[in-house]
């Protein structure tokens, strides 16, 4: 579904891309970087925030794609890191920028707790152009931060300069650049919609779900569901970082089961 909003500070975008293309990119060789078109996850509420490059969004919000991390596997124990007394958000974010890819051309993901269509029944409210200028702001400053480590994940205190929190606030509303919840608890689904500068246009491509067990679930297409995997059925295979379902028992008339 799709929908035409006004468009309103484009100029945002126009002068973050470039000091992006005369810096040559978010973050020298080594250190923790964004590719341009990467889906990014944050998550963050309480005094440690984590981020994970999730890799390109075009590959996880394909038409019928379905897709699994487990965050579990990962040596930062995220979950653990980032709790505490406040409530637990996440939030999903990407954009594109780099040489030869204009404002107008630009586009972006973000993850909503609303339905698509609430969104856009909500009339003329959004700049897809200020949002992505929001995203790019926030991506050049934690690539700034220094002694980051490589890979595609980071811990980092919310007080840091480059944090989620610190560039975007709080609220889920990307420093006031959308005035809708793009954010969400542990549990929560979320649809994945997709800006588009060049006419402010908003689309509806996938859906989100990070459980408060760890497993973050992405599917891609306009009305994709993602369906909660059941704790006990769940099998994590440690050595390859694959989340697998293990048969349930088929209940018989006599009561015993087979698996399967």
Known sequence: ???????????????????????????????????????????????????????PAASLLADGANNTVDLNLSSLNPLTAVG?????????????????????QTFNNYASKLTAQEILDSGNNYSVAQANGAITSWQ????AVPGLPAGNEVLLPKTDPGSFTTQMGIGGMLNGSFPSILEGELGTFMTILEGTVRGNVLSDVGRALLEADGRLQVCGGAGCTVEPIPIPAAAVLFATGITALI??????????GTAG
Do not use: C, H
């Open 1 to 55: 579904m799709r929908q035409t909003f006004m468009r309103r500070k484009a100029g945002v975008v126009a002068a973050a891309f470039a000091a992006i293309i005369g810096s040559g990119g978010f973050a020298p060789a080594g250190a923790y970087t964004f590719d341009s078109g990467d889906l990014v996850l944050a998550i963050y509420g309480n005094d440690t925030e984590y981020y994970r490059n999730l890799g």
């Open 84 to 104: 505490g007394p406040e409530p637990v958000q996440w939030a999903l974010v990407r954009n594109t920028f780099g040489p030869g890819i204009s404002a107008a």
């Open 247 to 256: 048969g349930l028992a088929r209940r018989q008339p006599n009561g015993e």
């Open 140 to 143: 050049s400053n934690i690539a």
